[in-house]
């Protein structure tokens, strides 16, 4: 297949790189999947190279062709030393240390990279898309008319069952529910629309062979499995703070609204909402928040283009009027129930 390598790479590299197949696939099939996981490698050496700074990333997307989208396990590691401020050794650290976790691995998933046709058409569409996505599930639920329901990590009960009203209405509609797995209204939307069989991709703050928080390993595998689960963070990337922000970006760019149930005035799904007004996504927040006198983001949100909701089932007919339109739904996403 014509990789080339260096004398420098380790032994344990040159075993990932003769392992590195799809077991499912063969001819073009195989290299792309090889191609794929050998440029996911160099993107994660890229990054903590940079400290796993996305501006850092950013400002050297000149040579992101130089040492990420090549053919070949990253191998001039005094190039990339000299880019970035680094000593060449500290580079082949990182490279031997990503190579490991790489090959430790055996969680079977795929990597869309930002260059291959499978990108997700609204992802692509951000100002500053993920470069890579690793994915478990159907991957082609990303191009379904998707809606993100998000609110508090610390819901009431009754934030909870109406985030599960709009999951199964959403998906009653022909609609994909995004969510980010996190306790609270993330946890009561997706596991709603799991039970009663629609549609959901989550969308995680760790990589993808991890899961936040713990206690829901076994709604996280559900979706990889029955729906579709997508990680922006290379394998080796550690999961600190900054990744959810990152994360709720992510989600933005897959809807194209975002319904934000409930939220205190220091929630991350503020951050959703901001990059909502900010990419022209549209965003809804229930009136129920605007009538809160404790809280004031939904003013602000409101006076800068959010849509107040007055019940759930308006939010179907304004995302027709912005003509967000999903196929017709069958005569099974009509009778999705709660209680499936």
């Known amino acids: 297949m014509g990789f080339k390598t260096s004398d420098r790479i380790s032994p344990v590299a040159w075993e990932l790189l ?3 197949t799809d077991r499912k696939g063969s001819g073009a099939q195989m290299f792309d999947v090889r191609k794929n996981r050998i440029q996911a490698i160099n993107y994660n050496i890229f990054l903590e190279s940079l400290g796993y700074s996305l501006p850092k990333l950013r400002q050297h997307q000149d040579i992101w062709n130089r040492f990420i989208f090549i053919d070949s396990l990253l191998a001039d590691f005094g190039g990339l030393a000299a880019a970035v401020g680094r000593s060449p050794e500290e580079i082949e650290q990182i490279s031997s240390r990503v190579i490991s976790t790489f090959q430790r691995s055996t969680l079977d998933f795929s990597i869309t990279t930002i260059n291959d046709d499978a990108y997700p058409a609204s992802l692509r569409k951000l100002s500053k898309p993920p470069l890579m996505i690793f994915s478990r599930g159907v991957i082609e639920y ?19 069952r109406r985030a599960q009203k709009l999951a199964i209405l959403l998906a009653q509609n022909g609609y994909t529910v995004v969510s980010g797995l996190a306790a609270g209204i993330d946890t009561a939307a997706q596991t709603a629309i799991v039970k009663a069989g629609g549609k959901t991709i989550g969308v995680i703050g760790t990589p993808i062979d991890q899961c936040y928080p713990k206690e829901n390993i076994t709604l996280q595998e559900k979706i990889a499995t029955g729906h579709l689960l997508i ?10 703070k900054y990744n959810f922000p990152q994360r709720n970006y992510t989600m933005c760019g897959l809807s194209s609204a975002t319904v934000i149930v409930e939220a205190g005035e220091t929630s991350g799904a503020l951050y959703q909402a901001r990059y909502c007004l900010q990419e022209g996504r549209k965003l809804f927040v229930m009136k129920s928040l605007l009538e809160n006198k404790a809280l004031t983001w939904p003013k602000t949100y409101v006076k800068r283009g959010a849509i ?33």
């Open 231 to 240: 990680s922006q963070f290379p394998l080796a990337q550690p999961t600190q």
């Open 308 to 340: 107040v909701l007055e019940n759930i089932e308006q939010l179907v007919s304004e995302l027709k009027n912005f003509e967000i339109v999903p196929n017709a739904p069958d005569d099974q996403d009509r009778q999705l129930s709660l209680f499936a």
């Open 142 to 160: 990303a191009n379904d008319p998707c809606v993100s329901v998000v609110g508090s990590r610390v819901a009431s009960e009754e934030g909870r």
């Open 18 to 20: 003769a392992n590195l």
